[in-house]
């Protein structure tokens, strides 16, 4: 029993407690797990060791006994990104450090410009650019940079990276960023690009010539005369026709008659109606993503459309109830 308080006793200190090694480190953040514990034994021997520092044996393969998502997928595939010829300690403290993720050095976030400079060139020069697109600090928010993924070393799934922050409402210079993710919980009917596309389907990451960081033209405002190269963000998915056929038998069951009720908003009027005047672009509480109000500028009013059996009627600021019959 005596021997045995012993070994417990032993193991109950650690290289820290016993005034052996100063932890210089302290105040420092990110602290690695093991060291914030005072866990030594996880990653050096007791007394003797193959390896400097008295390190366990296994090289890398130390730090991925339990970083074990870093090296291999599920089906064993190798999954590493570049930086697979670096030892992991080249760019990582092994203890605590003051920069994110125990990175050795601040000029370390700036690794992926090395390979990426001339992407990272062009779309800082783009008027349009993500908030959180800064290669020097927020590249690890979206990418991994050891394995690979099924799209460019993305985080997860593409539209769950986007949700860790469209969560909540966002306040840009542009105007209020609606909370995506508590739309998407709530309301019934969503735009099928987010189901089959994600959010990359219509926004680029990064930056953009378009306003909302969308991938292609689209109308900037809510009222401009017809172009189809404004509209091949939607041309992307829907029939042109849609809009640009006069029959809109086959095309649309907005109609009158043969007539296509969607030409007549966007193209006819002498101020053409963008899409979203009318319609959400995300999700909705409305069939056919219709908005509940339409809004000039401070002002809301109701979009009062009502479903009929062979067609229907829409009453708005626009104009009174209007009802159409397919």
């Not at 993503?289 to 809301?300: G, H, K, T, V, Y």
């Amino acid at each position: 029993s005596r021997a045995a308080a012993a070994v417990d006793t032993h193991y109950a200190k650690n290289c820290v407690s016993e005034g052996c090694h100063v932890v210089a480190e302290a105040g420092k953040i990110p602290m690695h797990v093991p060291y914030l514990e005072g866990n030594c034994r996880a990653c050096h021997e007791d007394h003797a060791s193959t390896q400097p520092m008295l390190l366990r044996p296994g090289g890398d393969g130390l730090c991925l006994s339990c970083h074990t998502k870093l090296e291999r997928a599920p089906g064993g595939q190798s999954l590493r990104h570049a930086t697979e010829n670096r030892p992991c300690l080249d760019c990582h403290a092994p203890h605590a450090s003051r920069v994110r993720d125990r990175l050795r050095h601040d000029d370390q976030l700036l690794i992926c410009a090395k390979c990426h400079a001339d992407f990272l060139r062009t779309a800082g020069k783009l008027p349009y650019r993500h908030r959180y697109f800064d290669p020097q600090s927020a590249c690890g928010e979206c990418h991994y940079a050891h394995q690979r993924s099924d799209q460019n070393y993305l985080r997860e799934n593409v539209a769950e990276s986007c949700l860790t922050c469209h969560d909540l409402p966002i306040v840009t210079s542009r105007g209020r960023l609606p909370d995506v993710a508590a739309q998407l919980r709530t309301m019934p009917y969503r735009h099928g690009a987010i189901d089959k596309g994600s959010c990359p389907a219509c926004h680029t990451p990064h930056g953009s010539t378009q306003p909302a960081l969308l991938v292609a033209g689209y109308p900037a405002g809510g009222y401009a005369p017809y172009n189809h190269a404004d509209y091949a963000l939607c041309w992307r998915c829907h029939d042109a026709r849609l809009v640009e056929q006069a029959d809109g038998t086959g095309v649309t069951g907005f109609r009158d008659g043969a007539k296509n009720l969607h030409r007549v908003h966007v193209m006819e009027l002498k101020r053409g109606r963008a899409c979203h005047l009318c319609h959400e672009a995300h999700v909705s509480t409305q069939p056919h993503l219709l908005r509940q109000e339409i809004a000039f500028q401070s002002w809301r009013a109701p979009l009062g459309w009502k479903p009929a059996a062979s067609g229907g009627s829409c009453a708005s600021p626009c104009h009174r109830e209007h009802p159409y019959r397919r």
